[in-house]
């Protein structure tokens, strides 16, 4: 296997000059962006300038080119905006500006370019590229350069990261940003749901998005607003009469609070614009009731990037210098993008086309079109949030006569409460009559069991923890129990979800189907839990919200240290033997070594990190960050490692240690988790409809599901989510460990230790190679 793999040592940055620049409106998690593409562009022998202020300093020159150094990118990681800074240029949008940007590169042997910005920038790059050996022409005509070096700088290659928080670019899931705006959103949105209970009030919220309505979409999404208004899908005529029934019938139900959100961008059906103000007036005119307006403008470009964000943004720049390294003269600019759970690259003027021709089709009026546009991402979100926000009445729903239950099996996990109020609501537009079972198997067998309605799950989506309750007992020794309750209340299909004991009871109500009749119906886990260790998902609800516990934490710690210099932390992180907190954590805050389970350690390990922290305090960057998993060693506890530090680092640094611990399971949801919770729940939901008039006996009038298929996991893996029999997971499993045997984030680490100034071996053979778009032309639309 060894000799098809793809390492990196093979590409070499010597003698090459790779610039960097960011551009057009800011966005968090550019900074990390950055300091990903200078320490890799360092790293592999490249000597990588910082261009301040955008295009204007490429065209300006001078001090705005700078050489960049390992150091100029500390404390970078956490910091919102654009440090190096970014600015609107009209000197590059003429010839002349981008003659004299030219000039600048070329006195300082830049060929490579890194632009970090939204679509405009980077058909501008786009447009650089194209005109280089004109321009370079010029140049040796007028004098200004030797015909040499137009000869050495001949090619000029470039690859863009797209910085948006509107994540309105096609061919990538997210934009860098997008992720830590929707964060503020969420914010200011909790935060006035608690003032409007006080008072039975609708809030009007504008978020941005003047040509896409990707944050308004997920934020209400999230927080589960009554109704949401969006430029790619104008709201039908008469909209007005059915927003206002929809108010009405809310407040009848006791909801004390409606929240309307409106994209900058949204529009009617015939591209009138729709204002919060418009809106407020007509919940006035027809309702009386209280209305206020909140208009988020900048808050949402502001604050700390997300661990998100952090990630994304580390990934893609590592990935856009290796793309520069492995460039030829002939390879097209091209864009690095994220799909599913995969860095890919694609051809940066597909992208621009296919985003233009959003715009082309929302000013025509094909709107439906302009949502397949943006793209598989965008078209689930809408769809799952058309699914939850109308309630049908009564009468016009179907009646299926089948029970469903829906459990929460584990240790309580950020989100959960947005996938049950999901997996409710989806199982009661689909005509089933759902039954909540309180406190995981251990309440199913004592029959605490209640049927749940539509407006029991109301104002979920923002709680942390599980309503429901949860436990780790499994299902084995009350199977008896559980079997009875089944048949008491007639249970059809059954939604778990949870972490490792919701997998492990699965397998055992599967493995008891054999004596139980009972448990012959379709089962389906979600996996949510913070330790991300569920086999069959790549990821799992709830570990986003404690990563962004770790990174918040982490933060502050070394903030903490900016005062006092020369100072390690070791930070133990949860994850029982999975070492994602840790490892991913690690990443996100700017780590310089996370010890796991899965790659072993020895004195040697610890012995060689403690002098790489020793060297690092000679430099101006005299703080350390050492996370560590729980279990990742018998022996080696934290306090050793404490201890060690301590010991070796006298009269160079000292050292602080911090146990985590629950805070990384508790907190609000992120914005991530609820997201993910509720679409992976509607999902699931779908699923058990499926098979329950699959496995539906009319002769004798029940379900029976005896088949390997009919007790499934759903989980996200690289590029889908995926269905899974459980027991084909069982080859999957280190049951003794409770981890999966094959693990994506171990992938990450070598990406950890580059960017802490280790040396390292990198696969870079599933790393993105050039893909295209998948173009939806009219005719194809019409069959999806």
């Not at 008896?480 to 939604?495: G, P, S, T």
């Not at 993105?768 to 194809?780: M, P, S």
Request: proline letters at 3%.
């Amino acid at each position: 296997m060894q000799d098809t793999k793809k390492f990196f040592e093979n590409l070499s940055g010597a003698g090459k000059s790779i610039g960097v620049l960011t551009s057009g409106g800011d966005a968090q998690g550019m900074n990390a962006a950055v300091r990903a593409v200078v320490r890799m562009g360092i790293y592999v022998g490249a000597k990588v300038y910082f261009i301040h202020e955008g295009y204007q300093g490429m065209v300006d020159g001078g001090d705005n080119i700078k050489e960049a150094s390992w150091e100029s990118v500390s404390s970078m990681l956490q910091v919102g905006g654009t440090v190096i800074g970014s600015a609107r240029c009209k000197d590059f949008r003429t010839h002349e500006g981008r003659l004299r940007a030219a000039l600048n590169l070329v006195q300082r042997g830049i060929t490579n370019l890194c632009v970090i910005g939204g679509d405009g920038s980077l058909t501008g790059a786009n447009l650089f590229r194209e005109e280089w050996s004109g321009l370079l022409d010029e140049l040796v005509q007028s004098g200004q350069i030797s015909e040499e070096a137009a000869q050495t700088h001949s090619a000029l290659h470039i690859v863009g990261m797209v910085g948006s928080i509107d994540n309105d670019f096609c061919g990538t899931d997210m934009t860098i940003g997008t992720d830590s705006a929707l964060h503020r959103i969420i914010e200011v949105v909790d935060a006035i749901m608690t003032t409007a209970q006080s008072h039975q009030r609708t809030f009007v919220l504008e978020v941005m998005g003047r040509h896409c309505g990707y944050l308004a979409l997920v934020s209400a999404l999230a927080c589960g607003a009554d109704w949401v208004l969006i430029p790619e899908m104008p709201p039908k005529d008469g909209w007005e009469e059915q927003m206002c029934h929809k108010l009405s019938e809310n407040r009848a139900d006791k909801k004390r609070l409606n929240i309307i959100i409106v994209a900058e961008g949204a529009i009617d059906q015939n591209n009138k614009p729709i204002t919060t103000e418009l809106i407020k007036d007509l919940v006035v005119r027809c309702l009386g009731f209280d209305t206020r307006v909140t208009i988020l403008g900048h808050v949402q470009r502001g604050g700390t990037p997300s661990a998100f964000d952090r990630i994304l943004a580390s990934r893609m720049g590592v990935e856009a210098v290796l793309a520069l390294l492995e460039a030829s003269p002939g390879t097209p600019a091209c864009v690095v993008s994220l799909c599913g759970n995969q860095a890919v690259r694609l051809p940066l003027m597909e992208c621009v086309q296919m985003t233009q021709e959003v715009q082309k089709a929302m000013d025509e009026k094909r709107f439906e079109e302009a949502v397949k546009l943006r793209g598989r991402s965008f078209e689930n979100n809408l769809n799952t949030y058309k699914l939850l926000s109308h309630r049908k009445i009564d009468a016009e729903l179907p009646r299926s006569s089948f029970n469903v239950a829906v459990l929460n099996v584990g240790a309580p996990a950020a989100g959960m409460n947005a996938a049950v109020r999901s997996a409710v609501r989806v199982g009661i537009t689909e005509g089933h009559t759902l039954f909540a079972v309180n406190d995981g198997f251990e309440g199913f067998s004592k029959g605490q069991i209640k049927e749940i309605k539509w407006g029991d799950v109301g104002g979920w989506t923002g709680q942390g923890g599980s309503l429901l309750g949860t436990k780790r007992t499994l299902p084995a020794k009350h199977i008896d129990k559980i079997a009875e309750q089944m048949r008491i209340h007639n249970i059809n299909a059954l939604l778990v979800i949870g972490g490792f004991e919701a997998y492990l009871g699965l397998l055992e109500l599967q493995a008891a189907r054999s004596k139980h009749a009972e448990l012959c119906v379709p089962m389906v886990m979600v996996p949510a839990t913070v330790s991300n260790n569920i086999p069959g998902s790549d990821l799992s609800i709830g570990a986003d919200t404690a990563l962004n516990a770790i990174t918040d934490t982490c933060d502050r710690i070394k903030q903490s240290a900016s005062g006092t210099k020369r100072r390690v932390f070791i930070i133990e992180t949860m994850g029982g033997y999975c070492g994602y907190l840790a490892t991913v954590g690690g990443l996100a805050a700017g780590a310089d070594a996370a010890y796991i389970y899965e790659e072993p350690f020895d004195i040697r390990d610890l012995q060689s990190n403690v002098e790489h922290l020793t060297e690092k305090m000679k430099t101006s960057i005299q703080r350390g960050l050492v996370l560590r998993n729980e279990n990742c060693s018998e022996n080696y506890t934290t306090d050793f490692i404490y201890q060690l530090y301590s010991e070796e680092g006298k009269g160079v640094f000292d050292c602080r240690k911090n146990v985590l611990g629950h805070m990384q399971q508790g907190g609000a949801p992120s914005p991530f988790d609820r997201n993910f919770g509720t679409k992976i729940a509607a999902k699931a939901m779908q699923w058990i409809s499926k098979k329950l008039k699959e496995f539906y006996r009319t002769g004798e009038g029940r379900v029976f599901a005896n088949t390997e298929d009919s007790a499934c996991l759903l989980g996200m893996r690289r590029r889908a989510l995926v269905f899974q029999p459980v027991i084909q997971l069982k080859d999957e499993t280190d049951f003794v460990h409770r981890i999966p045997k094959e693990q994506w984030w171990l992938r990450l680490r070598p990406l950890m230790k580059i960017l802490a100034k280790y040396k390292t071996s990198y696969d870079v053979s599933d790393s993105g190679q050039l893909e295209h778009i998948v173009r939806l032309r009219a005719k194809d639309i019409s069959a999806i």
